[in-house]
Every structure is written in structure tokens, then in C-alpha cells.
């Protein structure tokens, strides 16, 4: 069906600030899409939620990121939040992380204040993101091109303003993961049908 990610492995980043409905959206999001959902921080046990600027529900941690890389996962999403955000640009793993996902060419999702990471990771020279407002400088000084919309989309790249744009973005990620599936399934079907031809045996002469 259409926007089924059965199979997909998507890694949530996030630290103690998280805000709450820029992970809990996005989360639910993809496991309606039948996607298989980790919840990656710098510590293990729990990561503290936040609702505007207060305490609110905890989530349990999946995995550490220095136990895991970019290969264990088909995507990567970064919710907001400046305190998860300003503790994750600052640990060399969970930066390393990143631009793990991004050398490797998969899909990465980002939202609010999360391009930092990016920006941090040295991923976004040349390239046109969204983000909130208060941080669009620093994706420019960064090489970046900055554009106001809802939710925008570069190459496997999809970035998004604030959580009030939550519907555009969740909608914007389903649609990133299934196509960056079918691209994987042609890849597939293409190598299957045309598989490398074997060397022709001995000399060839053309006389």
C-alpha cells in the first residue's frame, strides 16, 4: 500500500529537552506506516520531554548512539527542542551520527531548531533547508540556502520550521521513506534484469 515502510528502520535522535510533539508526531506517523521506530540518545534509560518550556512525559531510550551508526538504520529523523538540540551538536558521537546518515544518502528529517545538528555535522553547504527562524543565519553562514515554507524537501533531505507544521512534515517524511524505497526496489529490479555480463573468453580479434 501506498506509504508502507514494513521493513524501514528509522532512528529518532533526541536528549533531555526534546520537544515532546516534535518527537511523539513523527513517531506515530511512521508507525502507522508499519515503520520499525528507535528512539537513539547519548545516554541510555529515558529522555525527558518537554511542552512549552516545561517538564512533561519521559520516553524510554532504545539505544546509546555510540552502539549504533548510520548502517543500522534506513533513515533518520531529529525532532526539536533547543535544549536536546544544544546538548546533541555538542557531543562529537551524536554529530558523528549524523553525518554518517548524510554521507551515506539517506533519507534525514529535521525539524525546528534540529538543523543545527546539520549545520554542526558540515552537511549543509549547497544545499536549501527550512528550519525555525531564529537559527536561518546560521544555515547561511553555514553555506546553506534558507527558505521560509512549511516543510521542505532536498534530495533526501527534508527540513521543517516549527511544530505547528507537524502535519506538512509528518506527511513529507512518509512520502521521503516510500519513495527512497522505491528507489532501492528499482535499483534492485534493475540490477536483477541486467546483471554484469562475464568476460568473453580468450583473445578477441577484430580482423
Known amino acids: 500500500m501506498a506509504g508502507d515502510l514494513t521493513g524501514r528502520k528509522v532512528a529518532v535522535l533526541a536528549m533531555d529537552g526534546v520537544e515532546q510533539v516534535e518527537l511523539t508526531a513523527p513517531w506515530q506517523s511512521l508507525k502507522a506506516a508499519r515503520a520499525d521506530v528507535s528512539l537513539v540518545s547519548v545516554k541510555p534509560a529515558s529522555v525527558q520531554g518537554f511542552i512549552n518550556e516545561k517538564k512533561a512525559d519521559t520516553f524510554d531510550v532504545d539505544s546509546v548512539v555510540t552502539d549504533v551508526s548510520a548502517r543500522d538504520f534506513d533513515a533518520l529523523v531529529i525532532p526539536g527542542g533547543q535544549r536536546s538540540t544544544e546538548a546533541l551538536r555538542a557531543n562529537v558521537d551524536a554529530v558523528e551520527f549524523v553525518r554518517g546518515f548524510m554521507e551515506a544518502d539517506k533519507p534525514v528529517a529535521a525539524i525546528c531548531h534540529a538543523p543545527r545538528l546539520l549545520v554542526e555535522a558540515g552537511a549543509v553547504r549547497g544545499r536549501t533547508l527550512t528550519s525555525h527562524a531564529d537559527i536561518a543565519d546560521e544555515i547561511r553562514a553555514a553555506g546553506g540556502e534558507w527558505v521560509d515554507k512549511q516543510a521542505h524537501v532536498d534530495q533526501k533531505l527534508l527540513t521543517s520550521r516549527r511544530s505547528e507544521d507537524l502535519p506538512a512534515f509528518c506527511a513529507n517524511l512518509i512520502a521521503l521513506l516510500a519513495s527512497a524505497i522505491d528507489e532501492r ?23
Open 185 to 207: 526496489r528499482l535499483d534492485k529490479m534493475v540490477e536483477q534484469s541486467f546483471p554484469a555480463s562475464d568476460p568473453l573468453p580468450g583473445p578477441i580479434s577484430l580482423s
